[in-house]
């Protein structure tokens, strides 16, 4: 049995047996509360309730998400483990949004610590789900702030769509409809295939009023309930900078919305799902152990990297806040976190 992670946090489940439960869940998130738990004997197994990101036991144990909570708090950066980090990692992905930049403010020390890095050897990627820009597009945006980054490390959503559909031998004669930016149409038009919607729909018209105007292509809005339709999402994240202060809606609000119309789930492509990681690593043959995963979302670039058996960093330069990671609440932890990604490098200074 299958159970999707959004069923994970919604639904009631009644567990047979605490140590056998990792191939029901694969989210980082369930296996983090099956490997707290201690050893129980049948006759002590209880019935759990998961309702959104609450957990309960019974009656006469403990609440267990402080349990879950305490064990695997996450570490400050340190001058030591900082070191021993960089000792053991040879690749590091970067989310960044929130971690090299803010809207188009590079954020402190990131120019320097990218270059020393490299400088040791390190291999660098940079994983990110702004499907608005192709990696040609991100790597103009890279170069623009004045980071030394080629096309070729650069892995966005929008070309995880893209290798989606040729990976999956989706024909070449079918046309693809994109709800998005000019940065789809570009990784799609790579991959050999033949797009239409995307921003010349923001032209259109919506007004809800008495003898409103609807303009809208029938044949799009039909396909999606269609049963051989493909709804790909090329991320879920709910907000993002489009400045160094602000947070709008990002790409997930546009999706729940489709979600709930058509009362259909998407494919997921770009961070937490293992699509664009297992990508990655049939490309580069990188020992998932020697990853570090950097980013400033628990829910996206953490997950993603310890659902791979990467080390996880979360810098609270961006969405994160300390005391957001330190909700008894959370149960998505990351390695270690720190303050800005330059930290890695300025701590092992001192
Ligand atoms: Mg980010």
Redesign the pocket.
């Given at each position: 049995m299958i159970i999707s992670r959004a069923a994970t946090l919604r639904g009631k489940f009644v567990l047979p047996k605490w140590k056998k439960p990792a191939r029901l869940l694969s989210s980082t998130f369930c296996r983090t509360i099956f490997m707290s738990r201690p050893a129980m004997s049948m006759a002590e197994e209880k019935e759990v309730k998961i309702t959104g990101l609450h957990l309960r036991g019974t009656e006469d144990e403990p609440l267990f998400e402080n349990r879950v909570a305490k064990s695997h708090l996450p570490r400050a950066l340190t001058s030591e483990n900082a070191i021993d980090l960089l000792r053991s990692i040879d690749a590091f992905l970067f989310?960044?949004?929130?971690?090299l930049w803010k809207g188009n403010n590079l954020i402190d020390g990131v120019p320097e610590a990218l270059e020393a890095l490299r400088s040791m050897g390190k291999k660098l990627l940079f994983v990110t789900n702004d499907s608005t820009k192709s990696r040609r597009q991100s790597a103009h945006k890279f170069h623009a702030l004045g980071l030394d980054v080629r096309q070729e490390e650069i892995f966005s959503s929008s070309f995880a769509a893209a290798m989606y559909l040729k990976l999956n031998n989706f024909p070449h004669d079918k046309k693809v409809y994109v709800i998005g930016e000019e940065g789809i149409l570009e990784e799609l038009e790579l991959a050999g295939y033949t797009s239409i919607g995307g921003p010349e729909d923001g032209k259109k018209t919506i007004q809800l009023r008495p003898n409103f105007l609807f303009e809208h292509d029938k044949n799009v809005c039909y396909s999606l309930y269609l049963p051989g339709c493909l709804f790909i999402a090329t991320n879920r994240d709910t907000v993002g900078h489009f400045t160094g202060v602000q947070e709008w809606p990002a790409a997930g609000c546009m999706v729940a919305a489709i979600c709930e119309s058509v009362q259909k789930e998407p494919i997921i492509v770009g961070k937490p799902s293992t699509f664009m990681m297992d990508f990655l690593l049939e490309r580069y043959q990188i020992d998932t152990s020697k990853m570090c995963m950097i980013?400033?979302?628990l829910d996206t670039?953490i997950l993603f990297g310890k659902n791979a058996g990467c080390k996880t960093l979360l810098v609270l330069s961006?969405?994160t806040t300390l005391s957001r990671l330190m909700d008894p609440l959370n149960s998505i932890q990351p390695d270690y976190y720190t303050d800005i990604v330059s930290d890695i490098i300025s701590l092992c200074a001192e």
């Open positions: 989310d960044c949004d929130g971690v980013g400033d979302r670039d961006g969405h």
